[in-house]
């Protein structure tokens, strides 16, 4: 038996025998011992706990302990040191025991339930642990911690409809804005309506996100998708064009599909402007290669790998290398092509290795952007990395 839980559980141990023993002080099963008398039980349980069998020990103590004013406090410390220890069947056996107890108070009562709502959620029964918070709720007992937890549920469940009337609620108890979350929540319906065909619905729940936090970068993206799908490139330059406005930092996202949209049209001169206008305001790399690519669609590759060079001497890219050496591929052969390749492979694997998307809240690496950090749940706290290797 694990050491660290004979020590939580021998004084619990101790004080119930002294509890029974002050209570029932002539009983026919018990001892004396220097002065203080014990149940059986309590030697039962401590032989049970010596002898490594800590379940059928907890079952005497718990037994040992009735619950009344004087023990309440002893069990939801033990249900909740069981929880916090991952052992959820037990935490939930602990407080579904306190709560069958009629002689609790509306106040015990009410906190053994949030306990047993927490059990239940760390156990993975959503559903058992979001009826025990609506119960909650409805008797106007921790409110805004019921919120909190029924708004995780809901993201666990994908349920944003319920999830932005709990934000709102959450919002108005708690007086904490929720404006980047619920735009998210919108993003997450209109995504889904995006995937469906639905362009109307996906347009109007962007819409919604960018009313609520006119920051969603990921509103005005997926605005610009569902225009760019609707063949309106110009309505999509539009959208992906106030991204700067939004949030810089996630210029790189805008590149590609701004490109196509300005292709689709044949105004790859205006595009070359904006990048060149991108490229000096903010020096990201990804701006400079779009526009290095349109340079070189037009047979413009010397000036595409001047460009290039002259980004690399002030600020040094792998990104930027891997292109200048494609570039200069394409016109070599003999020694210098084969070095160049040398080259190329090891830029590549330099690129394959690091993770462009980095969580500014808790430093997880991700391959592609995601808007919710799948490790500290944050939501747009995933961004493109700065650096040699990233932007
Ligand atoms: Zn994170």
Redesign the pocket.
């Known amino acids: 038996m694990e050491l660290a839980l004979l020590f939580i559980l021998l004084p619990i141990a101790a004080a119930s025998g002294w509890w029974l023993a002050k209570r029932n002080t002539v009983s026919s099963d018990a001892s004396t011992h220097g002065g203080c008398e014990f149940s059986a039980d309590y030697f039962k349980g401590l032989n049970l706990l010596l002898n490594e069998q800590p379940d059928k020990a907890i079952d005497v103590f718990v037994k040992m302990l009735q619950v009344d004013n004087d023990t309440v406090e002893t069990h939801l410390a033990l249900g909740n040191l069981f929880r916090s220890r991952g052992e959820g069947d037990r935490a939930i056996r602990i407080h579904q025991n306190l709560i069958a107890r009629p002689t609790l108070s509306k106040e015990q009562r009410a906190l053994a339930l949030f306990e047993l709502s927490q059990d239940y959620l760390r156990a993975g029964l959503l559903g058992r642990a979001e009826a025990l918070f609506l119960e909650l709720l409805k008797q106007g007992a921790y409110r805004a911690e019921s919120l909190e937890k029924l708004l995780d549920i809901y993201q666990q469940e994908k349920a944003w409809e319920k999830a932005i009337d709990t934000a709102r609620r959450y919002e108005l108890l708690a007086g904490k804005r929720m404006n980047l979350e619920i735009a998210h929540f919108y993003c997450e319906l209109g995504d889904g309506f995006f995937a469906s065909g639905e362009h109307k619905s996906a347009v109007k729940m962007a819409r919604r996100a960018l009313n609520v936090d006119r920051r969603c970068v990921r509103a005005t993206l997926l605005q610009a998708s569902v225009e760019k799908a609707n063949g309106d490139c110009k309505a999509a330059i539009k959208s992906l064009r106030q991204v700067e406005k939004q949030a810089p930092r996630f210029l790189p996202e805008i590149v590609a599909p701004l490109l196509s949209c300005y292709q689709s049209l044949g105004k790859t001169t205006e595009a070359e402007h904006y990048l060149e206008y991108l490229s000096a305001k903010y020096g990201g790399i990804t701006p400079l290669l779009g526009l290095a690519d349109l340079l070189r669609q037009r047979g413009n590759e010397q000036e595409a790998s001047e460009r290039i060079v002259k980004s690399l001497s002030k600020r040094p890219s792998v990104r930027g290398l891997d292109h200048l050496i494609e570039l200069h591929l394409a016109n070599s052969e003999g020694t210098a092509r084969e070095n160049l390749l040398i080259l190329k492979g090891l830029t590549r694997r330099l690129l394959e290795e690091k993770l462009p998307y980095r ?1 500014g ?4 690496k991700v391959k592609a952007l995601q808007w919710r ?6 939501w747009a ?2 961004q493109p990395v700065q650096g040699v290797v990233g932007e």
């Open positions: 969580c809240h808790c430093g997880f950090c799948p490790t500290c749940k944050d706290s995933i």
